[in-house]
C-alpha cells in the first residue's frame, strides 16, 4: 500500500527495470533526505497498481489498493506538488491482459478484460480497463510544460565517450513511406473557440438515413482553446499499406510499421490491426468470417492471431497457409529475430520514437527473421509527423551519420498540459460504424467541424487550451534567454492546427520583444535545419508540440548521447508545483528479462539521478529549506562522478550493473556531502557514511558480483514481490548494514 500523507517529494512506484532499480536506490535516498529533514513518499502509478485500484470492490480489505494516480492528479493541481516520475507501462491490450493474468494468479480476482462486452458487468469493467491502457498516466500528471535537455555532465560525458554509430551508404535503400492523401493530416480541421462557443460541445453521427448518434457529449471547452477534428479513411490506409507491402517485396528491403499504440491508444492499434490484415491478406479473405465468430482481433497483433487460430477446428491447415504466405511476402523488421517475434506481433513492441532513431543510429539497418541486417522500409502511415523521420534519414544518407563526439544538442520545450494535441483525444476518437456525417457542435450550436465518413475510417477530434500555449511560449522564451542559442517554433502554416497555434505564438513572441529571437519551420524544414546546426557543433531548441515533443524527445538524444533514458526532464507546473520526468523506458523489458534469467540489471539510474538533484533544489527554493539545496548540488557532484569514474552499469552479466551503480552514487554523494562547506551539520554528518563506503567498497562490490549469473525470482513482472524484489536488488549486507 501507499503512503497516505503528501511528503515532501513523491517517488512514483513504476513498472519493469525503473522499478527494480528504485528497489535498490529508494533506501539511499531516503537515509540522504532524511539528514535534511526531508520526507520521500511513494505513490503507485504501476500498471498493476492501477488495475488493483480500479476494482475494490473484487478484493479482500488486505488487497486493496489506493487510486494513488487519482491523488497525484489533483496534488500536481497544487503549489506543493513535487514528484519524481519515472516511466511507466502505457499498456497495450495484450500487456494489460497479461497482467491481469498474472494478478489473478497471484490470487487477486479482478475481473477479465471482456474483448467483447455484452453483460452490464463485462461493459462496467470494459469501461474501467479502458481508462488504465495506453497513456492514462502522462495526461493525468503533466499539468505543466516540458523542459527537456541533456544535463551538461551528461552530454559532457557522451561527447568524451562517444557511443557506437552505424555507417550510412548514400546507396541505402531505407526509406520512409506515408500517406498523401486521406489521412489525418490531409483531412483537419481546426478552429480556436470564440466565447460564444466555449462550453460543452456535442460529437453526433448522422447516418444516410438522418438517424443521429450521439457519440460524445459534454466536452468542456473554455473560450479560446484550439479545437482540431479529423479522420483517416479506412480505404486508404489498407490501399497505401497494401502498396507498401508491394512495394518493399519489390525493393527487396524489410516491411516495418513504426506507430504509437500505447500513447495513441485507441487509434494507432486499429491502424496496427490493418497493417496486420493488409499482410495477411489472403487469409483473412478466406478466414475472416471464422476470425471474427471466434473473437479474433488483428489489432492485438499477429502474434495473438496465430496464437488464437491454433484453437480453430482448421487451425492446422490455416497456419499452413500463414507458412507459406510469410515466405511470398517480404521480410518483417525483426523485434526478436532469435525468438520469431516480427514488428507486427505486438502493437505495443515497436513503438515509433524509440524504433526510428534505433533504426537511423544503425545506419538505417534493421534486424531481419534471417538475424541478418539489412535496409527498410519504414511505414508511418498517417503523414503528421512522417517527414520529421524521412528527413533525418535523407540527411544522413547525404552527409552520413552525426558524430557523438562533436555533435551539438537540441533541447525541447513541449506543449503538453492540460492534455494537449493528439494524446488527449482518446475518449473523442471513434472508429465509424456506418457511413454518414460526424459532426461536431459548440455550446451555442455552431458547427465547428464536419466530416463525410465511411464506415471503418478512423474519426478524432484533439484539443489545446489557451493557459497551456501561454504557458508554453513564455516557457521557450525563457529557455532561449537562459541558452541564447538557436530556436524554432516546429509548426507548419499549411496544416489546420499549426496555423490556430501560429496565430497565439507571433503576438505573444511580439509582445515579449522576442520575434527575432525564434524561427517557425514546419518540421520537415525543422528538422534539416536542426540536423545542419548540431552537426557544426551548435545547439538549437525544438519548440514543439505534445507528439513531436515525445518524438524528438528520443531521436536526438538516442543520436548524440546513444539513449534517452539519461535526460533532464523538468515538467514546471503550471500551478506552481514540479514534475521531474527522468527519461525513456523503452529497453525496460529486455532488462527485466535479463534480470530473471541470470540477475543482472543493466537499467542506468542517471536520469533518476538528474530528476532528484532538480528535485531537491526546486523543494529548497520553494520551501526555504538549504539544506535540501545542499544535498541536491551534491546529487550533481556525485552524478559527475558516477560519468567520471565510469560507473554506470555493463549490459553483460559479470560487469558492474545497477547495483554497483547505486553504490557509487552514495558513496560520491556521501563524499560530496563531506567535502561541502556550505552546511557543517550535514557535512559532519555524511563524513563517517563516506568513510564506512568507502573502507567497504571491495566487500559491498564483491556481494553483488557474487549473485550474478544465477536466475533472480522477484515474484512476477508486473507486480514483484517486495520482499523478493528487495531482496534481490539489496543483496549486501554490508551496505545495507551502513544505511540503516
Request: proline letters at 5%.
Amino acid at each position: 500500500m501507499s503512503d497516505t500523507t503528501t511528503p515532501d517529494i513523491i517517488y512514483t512506484k513504476v513498472d519493469e527495470a525503473p522499478q527494480l532499480a528504485s528497489a535498490s536506490l529508494l533506501p539511499i535516498i531516503r537515509k540522504f533526505a532524511a539528514a535534511a529533514g526531508v520526507s520521500v513518499g511513494v505513490k503507485d502509478i504501476s500498471l498493476a497498481g492501477r488495475i488493483l485500484a480500479a476494482f475494490p470492490e473484487h478484493l479482500s480489505a488486505d488487497q486493496r489498493q489506493s487510486d494513488d494516480l487519482a491523488e497525484l492528479g489533483k496534488l500536481v493541481k497544487t503549489p506543493d506538488a513535487n514528484v519524481i516520475k519515472l516511466p511507466n507501462i502505457s499498456a497495450s491490450v495484450p500487456q494489460l491482459v497479461a497482467a491481469i493474468e498474472e494478478l489473478q494468479a497471484q490470487g487477486y480476482p479482478v475481473p477479465d478484460y471482456p474483448e467483447n462486452p455484452q453483460t452490464e458487468a463485462d461493459k462496467d469493467a470494459r469501461a474501467r480497463y479502458d481508462t488504465i491502457k495506453g497513456s492514462a498516466v502522462n495526461p493525468v500528471l503533466r499539468e505543466g510544460n516540458s523542459d527537456r535537455r541533456a544535463a551538461v555532465a551528461v552530454k559532457n560525458y557522451a561527447q568524451s565517450n562517444p557511443h557506437s554509430m552505424g555507417a550510412w551508404s548514400k546507396d541505402s535503400k531505407t526509406r520512409v513511406s506515408t500517406m498523401s492523401a486521406n489521412d489525418f493530416r490531409s483531412n483537419e480541421t481546426s478552429v480556436t473557440l470564440s466565447a460564444a462557443q466555449a462550453g460543452p460541445a456535442k460529437i453526433e453521427l448522422i447516418g444516410a438515413d438522418g438517424a443521429v448518434t450521439v457519440l460524445k457529449d459534454g466536452i468542456d471547452f473554455p473560450a479560446g482553446t484550439v479545437v482540431d477534428a479529423t479522420f483517416m479513411s479506412a480505404k486508404a490506409l489498407s490501399a497505401f499499406l497494401e502498396a507498401q507491402i508491394e512495394a518493399t517485396k519489390a525493393e527487396g528491403t524489410l516491411f516495418s510499421i513504426h506507430l504509437k499504440a500505447t500513447m495513441m491508444k485507441v487509434s494507432d492499434p486499429i491502424i496496427f490491426g490493418h497493417a496486420v490484415k493488409a499482410y495477411l491478406k489472403p487469409i483473412f479473405a478466406e478466414y475472416g468470417d471464422a476470425f471474427a465468430a471466434a473473437g479474433i482481433d488483428a489489432n492485438s497483433g499477429m502474434g495473438e492471431v496465430l496464437d488464437r487460430i491454433k484453437d480453430l477446428p482448421q487451425g492446422a491447415e490455416i497456419l499452413s497457409k500463414v507458412d507459406a504466405l510469410m515466405q511470398q511476402q517480404p521480410p518483417m523488421y525483426m523485434v526478436n529475430s532469435d525468438k520469431g517475434i516480427t514488428n507486427l506481433h505486438v502493437p505495443s513492441d515497436v513503438i515509433i520514437d524509440a524504433s526510428m532513431p534505433a533504426l537511423i543510429r544503425a545506419g538505417g539497418k534493421g534486424w531481419g527473421p534471417d538475424g541478418a541486417e539489412a535496409d527498410a522500409n519504414c511505414v508511418i502511415p498517417d503523414s503528421s509527423y512522417a517527414a520529421v523521420y524521412e528527413e533525418s534519414v535523407n540527411f544522413c544518407k547525404t552527409n552520413g551519420a552525426i558524430d557523438p563526439a562533436t555533435v551539438g544538442t537540441v533541447q525541447n520545450v513541449g506543449l503538453m498540459a492540460q492534455k494537449a494535441e493528439e494524446y488527449g483525444s482518446h475518449p473523442t476518437t471513434f472508429e465509424i460504424p456506418h457511413d454518414g456525417t460526424v459532426r461536431m457542435s459548440a455550446a451555442n450550436g455552431d458547427v465547428l467541424h464536419e466530416h463525410t465518413v465511411e464506415a471503418g475510417d478512423i474519426w478524432r477530434s484533439a484539443s489545446t487550451r489557451q493557459a497551456p500555449i501561454e504557458d508554453w511560449v513564455q516557457l521557450a522564451i525563457d529557455r532561449q534567454k537562459a541558452e541564447g542559442c538557436q530556436a524554432i517554433f516546429w509548426l507548419d502554416e499549411d496544416r489546420a492546427h499549426d496555423a490556430e497555434l501560429i496565430a497565439y505564438v507571433k503576438p505573444l513572441l511580439a509582445a515579449a520583444g522576442a520575434t527575432d529571437k525564434f524561427q517557425i519551420l514546419a518540421p520537415r524544414e525543422a528538422t534539416r535545419l536542426s540536423f545542419e546546426t548540431i552537426a557544426k557543433g551548435e545547439n538549437s531548441i525544438a519548440v514543439t508540440g505534445n507528439v513531436l515533443r515525445d518524438y524528438l524527445t528520443d531521436l536526438f538524444p538516442i543520436l548524440e548521447l546513444g539513449t534517452s533514458a539519461k535526460m533532464l526532464s523538468i515538467v514546471k507546473l503550471m500551478q506552481g508545483g514540479g514534475l521531474f520526468e527522468t527519461g525513456a523506458g523503452g529497453s525496460a523489458p529486455k532488462h527485466v528479462q535479463q534480470l530473471v534469467e541470470e540477475n543482472h540489471l543493466r537499467w542506468d539510474s542517471l536520469g533518476e539521478f538528474c530528476a532528484l538533484g532538480e528535485s531537491l533544489k526546486f523543494l529548497a527554493d520553494v520551501k526555504g529549506n538549504e539544506k535540501a539545496r545542499v544535498l541536491g548540488k551534491a546529487v550533481d557532484v556525485a552524478t559527475q562522478g558516477i560519468l567520471d569514474h565510469n560507473k554506470s552499469p555493463g549490459r553483460r552479466v559479470g560487469q558492474p550493473d545497477n547495483r554497483d551503480s547505486h553504490f557509487y552514487f552514495a558513496l560520491y554523494w556521501a563524499q560530496a556531502l563531506a567535502a561541502q562547506t556550505d552546511d557543517a551539520e550535514l557535512a559532519a554528518s555524511f563524513a563517517p557514511i563516506a568513510a564506512a563506503l568507502a573502507e567497504n567498497e571491495a566487500a559491498i562490490v564483491a556481494d553483488f558480483a557474487k549473485v550474478q549469473g544465477a536466475p533472480a525470482d522477484i515474484g512476477g513482472y508486473f507486480h514483484t514481490d517486495d520482499a523478493k524484489t528487495a531482496a534481490v536488488m539489496r543483496p549486501s549486507q554490508v551496505l545495507n548494514k551502513i544505511l540503516a
